[in-house]
């Protein structure tokens, strides 16, 4: 039976992540600053602890399944980050502590990672928000290949705490032997995630909205609302992550859909979805990038696997849960 360390199992990604990996039938510890709101995370894994992986520690303490530096978990899965919505991430009020937090995080991880005689695999989870900004002006042609991430330039410090990291796995990997996978997620969404706290992200909010709205209401949308990106569903998003983590591939490497909407039409999917007639009311916020869209084509040579289903499927899905929460308030 292979053991398993999932951080940031209290998040939204690292819930899923959890019960797939039980799925799997692996031994399976989670550890987070926090419970999961959704899910009772702690019934499904073998443990759950509550601990702040900031507090180098900590991390000691969870890494380590007995009290030797011999052998830990087989695979550790980094996944824990200070991090949010358009609303949290680019307005600027944020940027220190996502910075300190989510560096410090990693830091401890692959430093404690490394000690061990037989190494834990880590698998760490990038963002799509480290690809530069100057290559995702045009929002009908934007550029994400993986090689197209330097020169450096990310919108937000959140981008540029994701590179560093990146290139922290890769020193580990280069001066003390420990396998990393590297993966740059692209917007992932499902049910059991943040959806009215200021952390949610697009999916969330604008499904949340229009479940709040009458049919032929209005909901607010930041800016022109002419913003593409696309979304990745969370089942797909943990099937092509324990892929990667199970190849003899690094990375780093898209993890994400590459069916791309505008944030216009993404609403106007999720009220035809909600049976809904609703306008768009374009107001001032936070918005990102103009385009951003995952390229796939390193991942389908690679590991040989690429989406299987459209956007529609995983966004009713995520629409109908939502729903469910506005009606239990």
Known sequence: MKKALVCGAGGFIGGHLVKRLKDLGYWVRGVDIKEHEYTNVRAIADEFVIGDLRDPSVVKTVMH????????FDEVYQL???MGGAGYIFTGENDANVMHNSATINLNVVDVAAKFTQKPRVFYSSSACMYPAYNQEDPENPKCSEESAYPAAPDSEYGW?????ERLYLAYARNYGLEVRIARYHNI???QGSWNNGKEKAPAALSRKISIAE???????????????????????????IRLMHSDFTGPVNI?????????????MIASIAGKKIFLNHISGPTGVRGRNSDNALYEKKIGWKVSQPLVVG????YNWINQQVKSL
Do not use: H
């Open 65 to 72: 399944t007995n009290s030797t530096w011999g052998k830990g």
């Open 80 to 82: 824990a980050a200070d």
């Open 161 to 165: 705490e994701k590179l560093f990291s």
């Open 189 to 191: 969404f499902g049910p």
């Open 215 to 241: 049919d032929g209401g209005t909901i607010d949308v930041w800016g022109d609302g002419n913003q593409t990106r696309s979304f990745l569903y969370i089942d797909e998003c943990l099937e092509a992550t």
């Open 256 to 268: 994400g859909s590459e069916e791309m909407v505008s944030i216009n039409q993404f609403a106007e």
């Open 315 to 318: 966004l009713e899905k995520t």
